[in-house]
T-cell receptor
């Protein structure tokens, strides 16, 4: 069964606008971590932000913030003030307890930032 | 600090051949994971090594294997290549591989099987 669902295959956003990328997850593990990665056309996966299941506050990293709604099993990424360099594929991922090195990824959302 | 280094960057092989991909993790990182990325299946976990031991394995056939050396460098091998093995193979490293550690990825090896 799909554990990470990203329902937006692609989206356009104008430069300097904010964009929200949706992510829902499914797990019965009470202790898990949620990650967002960015993959530009070069192929490298770039870490953006992390949220632990027990974290009380939503994570923030510069222009990136995570809207974590635990009861709804939702972990949406918000990118504020989009830049042309933000054009990339964005992946939501989850790691469960004792899943050494294993991240379960969603299908990704392709973001294109337009001038 | 050098990032995760994967070699080679591109590979072209024919069906039935075997291939070895290499990954050098960030200095101090002892956990190395491998992922396969294809347009159809997305990102799928292959296996993870820590201190030369495989700790976790994904759902891939035995043709996919790996190993880790004492300096934490890792290799993965695919034997008897099939057309469906064409993919971007990504290596990731972290200190110990525990739940809240972020994984640092390399740029990947693009494998094409003809």
């Amino acid at each position: 069964a799909q554990k990470i669902t990203q329902t937006q295959p692609g989206m356009f956003v104008q430069e300097k606008e904010a964009v929200t990328l949706d992510c829902t997850y499914d797990t019965s593990d009470p202790s898990y971590g949620l990650f967002w990665y960015k993959q530009p056309s070069s192929g490298e996966m770039i870490f953006l932000i992390y949220q632990g299941s027990y974290d009380q506050q939503n994570a923030t990293e510069g222009r990136y913030s995570l809207n974590f709604q635990k009861a709804r099993k939702s972990a949406n990424l918000v990118i504020s003030a989009s830049q042309l360099g933000d054009s990339a594929m964005y992946f939501c991922a989850m790691r469960e307890t004792d899943s050494w090195g294993k991240l379960q990824f969603g299908a990704g959302t392709q973001v294109v930032v337009t001038p | 600090k050098a990032g995760v280094t994967q070699t080679p960057r591109y590979l072209i092989k024919t069906r039935g051949q075997q291939v070895t991909l290499s990954c050098s993790p960030i200095s101090g990182h002892r956990s190395v994971s491998w992922y396969q990325q294809t347009p159809g299946q997305g990102l799928q976990f292959l296996f993870e090594y820590f201190s030369e031991t495989q700790r976790n394995k994904g759902n891939f056939p035995g043709r996919f294997s790996g190993r880790q050396f004492s300096n934490s460098r890792s290799e993965m091998n695919v034997s008897t290549l099939e057309l469906g093995d064409s993919a971007l193979y990504l290596c990731a490293s972290s200190f110990t591989g525990v739940r809240n550690e972020k994984l640092f990825f390399g740029s990947g090896t693009q494998l094409s099987v003809l």
